[in-house]
Each structure stands twice: as C-alpha cells, then as structure tokens.
C-alpha cells in the first residue's frame, strides 16, 4: 500500500494561486490513479479531481474546473494539483488518495485505498 504526504497548503488572498504536492512512497505508485479531495469543516469529503496512472486521462469536479489542474510525475512519485484564481469557498483541507487500480473509475471516497494526512488551503477574501 503507497504512503502519501502532502504539502503546499497555506493562505493565499483570493484570486491567488497555489500549488500542492503529494509525495508517495514506495515502488508502486505508478500502479495508482490518484486522486485530490477537500473537506470543508462540518461537511463530506469531497472529490476535486483525478488522474490516470498514466496521466492521460483527468476528471475534475465542476466547481474548480478551469481553475485546477492535476499532474504527476511517476518517475518522482509525486502528484501535484495546481491551484489558480483561488475563491473563498475553496477553503479546505486538502487531501490526496491513491486509487485502487490505474484508471479513475469512481469519484466517490471509498474508491480510493490509501489516503495523505491532508494539507489546509485558506483563501481571504
């Protein structure tokens, strides 16, 4: 099972940018699609978006497409989510899973194995 780290959350004003990284562990990573949620207090989790382990293919949610975007990179076991034109409501913890296969076949929680200690993402107004 990959371990995950985040990192990169911290304040930005609004219309700000950010980008966070999730470093991963171990020798399977590119076995994984992996994906990027954030909790907001006293709410689900929630999916933001995902991608393949090939990187070939991405899903976002709808609140934040145009705005993120995801990548990877397997040769450094290191996923990443772009921030831009960050909005108040993006405020969250912000976290990465791996998946539990290679393709994206699920945007729910529970499709999702392995999950980092996820990172604070606070946008000012």
């Known amino acids: 099972q990959v371990q995950l780290v985040e990192s990169g959350g911290g304040l930005v004003q609004a219309g700000g940018s950010l980008r966070l990284s999730c470093a991963a562990s171990?020798?399977?990573?590119?076995?994984?699609?992996m994906g990027w949620f954030r909790q907001h207090p006293g709410k689900e989790r929630e999916f933001v978006t995902a991608?393949?382990?090939?990187?070939?293919?991405?899903h976002y949610a709808d609140s934040v497409k145009g705005r993120f975007t995801v990548s990877r990179d397997n040769a450094k076991n290191m996923a990443y989510l772009q921030m831009n034109s960050l909005k108040p409501e993006d405020t969250a913890v912000y976290y990465c899973a791996a998946g539990k296969g290679r393709s994206v076949v699920t945007m729910n929680p529970s499709g999702f194995g392995s999950w980092g200690q996820g990172t604070q993402v606070t946008v000012s107004s």
């Open positions: 171990g020798p399977t990573f590119s076995l994984y699609a």
């Open positions: 991608i393949s382990w090939s990187g070939d293919r991405t």
